[in-house]
């Protein structure tokens, strides 16, 4: 790899602690649980924040409080984070929010009525925080906003060192400025692609060529949606401006691909590829191929805690079941992108929705205090025993005050609710366009020949799951079981929704009566000695 200069850096460890119960949780620090966090802080609550990552931003906002590269390389909409980011960890400095950085949640469950009626909704979370030692946390409401990941998009020779996925190479950039070592080759479709290779222009490495997956019915599809075309008009112009800027810079761009295979024994040396139409194959030297064909939501959480998910055609993914007020089931919410790719802006808003929903359900019990004894079953006011007894009244005043200003508080979240519910709908309005316009190919799995790995972890074939699926497995969870597909370092993130497709194109079923493997904890990596601590941990609490 090269490097592009990266700007001084004054990193600080963060430190660790827990508690054994908190009021609000929210799991995730990018753009929707920044934003959520900060919501909570504005009314005075004090939310606990986990995140597996060094600093906040997520994905999409990786490093901002350290910029590696500046906005003439990485582009403003990068940058346009850096607000958030800071505002965020003011609020952490100044104890507003209890931000834990380089915290795994690695199991969670719902306790139900196990404790007490009013720990009904709550859920119990393992976590392990960066010290490695794993602690028990309530959280009495949840707000789970895990982000998105890249598909999974198996090819020949897909598992070959110096074959990335573009997501990765743009995280290389963002926390060390760090590029291949000469020209990529990028494949595949979705903004992200073009979005890299005009930050590797602008970083001095322009791409080598662009293998654009995408069918060529871009324009055809934008004059289909004239409204949609212009709620997504800012999305259309940034795109604009980077192909403009690529094809001044020479950067071929090959339309209509519709096979790609990457040649190499111990190494990427070459990419194989055929156009849609023209049967003939090319080739082309390389020695760094940079993929992409879109984001999903991120599985493995809200799997985990048993969310119902549904298959939505127009995003070619599993997106989990969420009501209007953005929850999932009681107690819990879904904000950003883990609920159905919205991007960046979108996720903030989601997130503020999200803490909005919090701090309702939690004005709702403030309003309904079974203390308050100045109502009758019926509604009606109840007389106020002494009427003489001034303490009494004073007490009854500042009872009618305090649901006066309850009332008010509630009035002026509907309508900030309803202000970004309705920007909201106009922005997803837009990305629908974009999903239209990268959707990727629905049968590129089934396509791929039999030495394909679907599964890179445990090197499992297409050849073999066809084999496996000859048997008749009832579904994925079975299917793994013949294989060991999905049993990976990765858990089945990458190969779970094409082995879905497999099944559910062998079997004529649809994506949602096929469903997903079964997520089960530990729902990230844990050694065994850490699970021992923890085990022992819990044990020692039960005893006590």
């Known amino acids: 790899m090269q490097t592009c200069e990266p700007k001084e850096t004054d990193v600080t460890d963060a430190t660790d602690g827990s508690k054994d119960r908190a009021r609000v949780v929210v799991l995730g620090a990018g753009p929707a649980g920044m934003a959520a966090a900060l919501r909570l802080a504005e009314a005075g609550l004090r939310a606990l924040v986990l995140d597996q990552a060094r600093a906040p931003g997520g994905q999409i906002y990786r490093d901002l409080d350290q910029p590696q590269l500046d906005a003439a390389v990485m582009g403003k909409d990068y940058h346009r984070g850096r607000a958030l980011v800071g505002a965020f960890l003011d609020a952490a400095r100044r104890g507003e929010i209890d931000y834990r950085p380089g915290t795994r949640v690695w199991w969670i469950e719902a306790l139900g009525d196990a404790l007490n009626d009013a720990l009904n909704d709550a859920h119990r979370l393992g976590v392990r925080g960066h010290d490695g030692i794993s602690r028990e946390l309530v959280a009495e409401r949840l707000i789970i906003a895990t982000g998105a990941m890249e598909r999974g998009w198996p090819f020949p020779g897909w598992q070959l060192p110096g074959v990335m996925q573009a997501g990765a190479a743009q995280i290389l950039m963002k926390q060390g400025a760090l590029l291949t070592e000469g020209p990529p080759v990028l494949a595949g479709n979705g903004p992200l692609l073009y979005l890299l290779a005009w930050q590797y222009l602008n970083a001095g490495c322009p791409p080598r060529m662009i293998l654009d997956t995408a069918p060529n019915l871009g324009l055809a599809r934008t004059l289909r949606h004239p409204l949609r ?316």
């Open 229 to 544: 075309a212009w709620r997504a008009r800012g999305y259309l112009a940034k795109g604009a401006r980077m192909l403009a800027a690529l094809r001044r810079a020479g950067v071929p761009i090959v339309r209509g691909v519709q096979s790609l295979a990457a040649e190499g024994d111990q190494r990427l040396t070459g990419v194989r590829y055929r156009r849609r139409g023209d049967g003939q194959e090319h080739r082309l030297k390389t020695d760094w191929l940079l993929t992409h064909m879109g984001v999903v939501p991120e599985p493995q959480l809200p799997r985990g805690l048993g969310i119902e998910h549904r298959w939505q055609e127009a995003q070619q993914a599993f997106v989990p079941d969420r009501r209007d007020d953005l929850s999932v089931r009681p107690g819990v919410w879904l904000a950003g992108d883990g609920g159905g790719i919205g991007g960046a802006v979108n996720a903030e808003r989601e997130g503020r929705l999200a803490a909005l929903a919090v701090l309702d359900e939690l004005m709702a019990d403030l309003m309904a205090d079974p203390q308050d004894t100045t109502a009758n079953a019926k509604g009606a006011a109840a007389p106020i025993p002494d009427a003489d007894n001034r303490r009494a009244v004073a007490r009854e005043s500042a009872r009618e005050s305090s649901r006066e200003s309850a009332r008010e508080s509630a009035r002026e979240s509907a309508r900030e609710s309803a202000a970004l519910r309705r920007r909201r709908r106009q922005d997803l309005s837009g990305r629908r366009l974009l999903d239209a316009l990268f959707t990727p190919p629905a049968d590129w799995v089934e396509r791929q020949s039999g030495e394909t790995l679907i599964c890179r972890c445990e090197g499992v074939s297409r050849a073999q799951l066809k084999a496996a699926l000859e048997a008749g497995p009832a579904g994925p969870n079975q299917l793994k079981a013949f294989t060991r597909c999905g049993m990976g370092p990765c858990q089945g993130r990458l190969c779970g929704t094409n082995v879905s497709r497999l099944m559910a194109r062998e079997q004529g079923r649809d994506m949602d009566e096929v469903g997903y493997y079964r997520i089960r904890p530990p729902l990230t990596s844990i050694t065994l000695g850490e699970l021992a601590l923890a085990t022992s941990d819990h044990l020692t609490t039960q005893s006590q």
